[in-house]
């Protein structure tokens, strides 16, 4: 048999049009039961099709060489045939865990799954391709030529990406959020990544051993004045353009507007997820300054509070989890009935996290406290079940995860019916601190961890790189209630006249060391809301 000459281009081209027509049986399958085929669904499909491809080509030609490319597109090759096989009979994810097993699998254990349809789909799908591309007869043109075809074929790549990325970015949105599980069975692009990851994980994260920061941290007894107590509430994807208190057009917050809150109109985020921007708000570091690791392995601003050994701590969460910040607090799941009185349908509701917390105030009588409630808020994509059927006063509402298929409109009322709720839930909390304003000084402080897009240019959700991400997903509400023996304590004409300032989740560690009076030297005065010049 013999094959005519060809570019090392023309066989990665090749190559990856059979990688994606025979071995991604799985992907189209998955996809076809949640995207089925039909004339909405149909351009997004073969735009599927055509990502992958881009995707692909763009990897190997970004890796080809006189020396590589052959070698790769083999390996690639036999893998994906044994991948597809797996993925096909057994329905498996070859994810990072399952490379850790196969790594720490001897060959008997391996030879005891060898079946006639394994060596079947290894020869058809696998050698026979291989020995195709290890005959093929590569024109390997001078250094320069090959160089322009690279940038070339890299250039039309990312452009048919981000073509088919514009052109349904409804689909995509959701394909990404909500059908995560999907690109698992991309072949061969998700193994690819799994061993990045799994080699990433193994080889680059020994142990972390934690950064203590601020251990000089004390707080001087003051004879006259009484102990504090704040609930601190974390917010979940609230924007700020959708609190009628920063001039919305709708009446999101009627009951905070009766109480003297002092709201802060210009914060934004630290990032555009509650994995990244939670971690971020209770650290010392700044955006700038942030990354995940830093994060994990210094400790946080409750950590700083108690070195103090005054005050007492507390984290009670109705969303994921504190995302490593309360790890050496006292923490409180409330995402289930065991804990929080109020769940229906499986949702539990934030006003359940105010539930007994008389008791935990009564048993740290000489102490100061903070207690954090991380809210469930308006988690999307599903806001409709964020909130009581009593909050849904702005309607029709979307009432399916796949906002795609909803108007912004319908999509907008349930955002703003939850946002709804949680203008009750923060006047609930309100109303608890109310009961100690005789014998604590009290505030409440409420900051939401990101925005949320609503389908502004079919942007949906949020999570989008902070440097490209709309104002709708970093622009944050923030809010301020003092009891009246703190507003004693504090100039509060000079907050309030500041309250337009552009602040950020930077300013949090800062401002809970002011308020709780703690001297420490990481403390410092101009990032402090409550007390700087
Ligand atoms: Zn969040």
């Not at 491809?53 to 030609?61: H, I, M, Q, V």
């Not at 797996?86 to 097993?101: C, E, G, P």
């Not at 795609?404 to 946002?419: F, G, K």
């Amino acid at each position: 048999m013999t094959i005519k000459p060809l570019t090392q281009t023309k066989l990665i081209v090749y190559t990856v049009l059979f990688l994606l027509l025979f071995d991604n049986y799985t992907f189209f399958k998955n996809t076809l039961a949640v995207y089925p085929l039909s004339i909405g669904n149909i351009g997004f499909l073969l735009s599927l099709g055509v990502v992958i491809f881009a995707l692909n080509l763009l990897l190997f030609t970004l890796l080809s060489s006189r020396y590589t490319t052959k070698p790769l597109l083999i390996i690639v090759l036999l893998v994906s045939a044994l991948t597809n096989y797996f993925m096909n009979s057994y329905h498996v994810v070859i994810d990072a865990d399952m490379i850790r097993n196969v790594m720490q699998t001897n060959l008997h254990e391996s030879a005891d799954l060898l079946t006639l349809k394994q060596v079947l789909y290894f020869l058809l799908l696998g050698v026979l391709p291989a020995i195709l591309v290890y005959k093929a007869p590569v024109i390997y043109r001078p250094l320069k030529t090959e160089l322009w075809a690279k940038v070339k074929t890299v250039l039309i790549s990312l452009v048919l990406i981000a073509l088919s990325l514009s052109l349904f970015s409804k689909h995509y949105t959701s394909f990404f959020r909500e059908h995560k599980p999907l690109r698992y069975s991309v072949n061969p692009t998700y193994w690819i990544y799994s061993i990045g990851k799994y080699i990433d994980t193994t080889y680059h994260s020994g142990p972390t051993t934690l950064r203590a920061i601020g251990t000089d941290a004390k707080i001087t007894d003051d004879a006259n004045s009484s102990k504090k107590l704040v609930i601190m509430v974390v917010g979940e994807a609230a924007r700020a353009d959708h609190f009628s208190l920063n001039g919305y057009r709708r009446e999101t917050n009627p009951l905070l507007k009766k109480e003297h809150v002092i709201d802060f109109g210009n914060v934004s985020s630290c990032g555009t997820s509650t994995a990244e921007s939670v971690p971020c708000m209770f650290s010392i570091f700044d955006r700038d300054d942030y990354s995940y690791k830093k994060g994990i392995s210094t400790e946080n601003v409750l950590d700083v509070l108690k070195h103090t050994g005054k005050v007492a701590l507390l984290w009670r969460d109705n969303n994921s989890d504190s995302k490593g910040v309360a790890l050496r607090i006292p923490y409180e799941n409330f995402k289930t009935p065991k804990h929080n009185p109020i769940c229906e349908n499986g949702e539990c509701r934030d006003e359940g996290m105010l539930a007994g917390l008389d008791k935990f105030i009564e048993k740290h009588k000489e102490k100061d406290i903070l207690i954090v409630l991380h809210q469930m808020g308006n988690h999307g994509p599903a806001y409709y079940k964020r909130y009581p059927k009593s909050f849904e006063k702005f309607t029709p509402v979307c009432t399916t995860s796949q906002v795609e298929q909803c108007t912004r409109e319908e999509i907008t009322n349930a955002y703003d019916n939850a946002i709804l709720y949680t203008d009750y839930f923060l006047s609930k909390t309100i109303d608890f601190l109310k009961k100690y304003d005789r014998t604590r000084q009290t505030a409440m402080l409420y900051m939401s961890d990101h925005g949320e897009s609503l389908g502004e240019n079919g942007v949906y959700l949020h999570g989008m790189p902070y440097f490209m991400a709309p104002d709708a997903q970093t622009h944050i509400a923030a809010l301020l209630w003092l009891g009246k023996k703190t507003a004693k304590a504090l100039d509060v004409p000079k907050i309030v006249k500041d309250t337009r300032r552009h602040y950020s989740q930077d300013n949090l560690f800062h401002t809970l060391l002011g308020f709780f009076g703690v001297q420490t030297k990481v403390y410092e005065k101009k990032m402090d809301i409550l007390h700087d010049d």
